[in-house]
């Protein structure tokens, strides 16, 4: 890879190892926080021919919402007519597009991932380690991913991955999955959100070849903020006279 360690020195095991300990613990962070955030998510999927011109489409907008209740849900804004004509969209496709092509490698699952450091990167400016990535194994209907991530070398989050969605199983036996590139972006100050997805592959079908492009954006992240308030105990106390709410 070009560019690869050509900065910075080389570091011992125990350095890499604690910048793996440092970075998962981030992620499991952005994670759970990433939990109280509305987004709207758009996924488009084309089917080429051998030519490269679209000969059939996949489109979805969903707005990741809550409900009055705070519950976390999706709803469909946008779905017109499906033309896909030789792709048909899977239920291991749904958990890739909500779990693996936005990857988030936290303390809870970096056990389950041989993890080997390739260097150092700059990337648009940024400073990042490098790391290969892939299932120590693999437990039938869960899906993994398998490729290269770049984590911010400051905030120790990832900024950017590259790899394909696997997994094991007789569902999957005859599905092909694309590869794929996820660039993240910070958003609040603090953590780096998944902004696009892209990936332009040809996926070896027994049939035959079959190009495909596909783009999935996540944008207008927004903090959900709850105005409920708990209390504990068995103690009531008499309630005091509510304040005028600021307009």
């Known amino acids: 890879m070009l560019g690869l360690a050509a900065w910075g020195q080389e570091m011992s095991e125990a350095e890499v190892n604690e910048i793996i300990r440092k970075f998962a613990a981030k992620e499991a962070e952005f994670a759970k926080a990433r939990e ?22 996949m489109e979805t907008v969903a707005d990741i919402i809550f409900t009055a209740e705070g519950k976390r849900t999706e709803r469909v804004v946008f779905a017109p007519m499906n033309t896909l004509q030789g792709l ?3 239920p291991e496709d749904e958990q890739d597009l909500r779990n693996v092509q936005p990857f988030v ?8 991932y ?22 120590k194994q693999m437990v039938e ?23 394909r969605a696997i997994g094991v199983g007789k569902r999957v036996e005859k599905q092909r999955f694309p590869k794929f590139e ?16 892209a990936a ?15 783009l999935v954006t996540y944008k207008d992240y927004k903090q959900f903020k709850s105005e409920s ?6 103690e009531v106390e008499q309630p005091k006279p509510e304040a005028p709410k600021k307009q």
């Open 200 to 214: 332009n592959d040809t996926l070896p079908f027994e049939s035959g070849p079959l190009p495909i492009k596909m």
């Open 141 to 163: 209907g869960k899906r993994y991913f398998g490729g290269t991530i770049w984590v911010d070398d400051r905030d120790l989050q990832i900024v950017k991955t590259y790899g």
């Open 114 to 135: 041989k993890i080997r450091f390739l260097g150092k990167e700059k990337i648009d400016e940024i400073g990042t380690y490098v790391f290969a990535v892939k299932p």
């Open 229 to 234: 308030t708990i209390t504990y105990g068995d």
């Open 182 to 197: 996820t660039w993240r972006e910070q958003i609040d100050g603090k953590y780096w959100f998944p902004t696009y997805t």
């Open 36 to 57: 109280n955030y509305t987004y709207r998510q758009r996924f488009r999927i084309e089917e080429l021919d051998m030519s490269g011109r679209m000969v059939g489409k």
């Open 88 to 90: 048909q969209l899977t």
């Open 105 to 112: 490698l936290t303390t809870k699952d970096v056990n389950d």
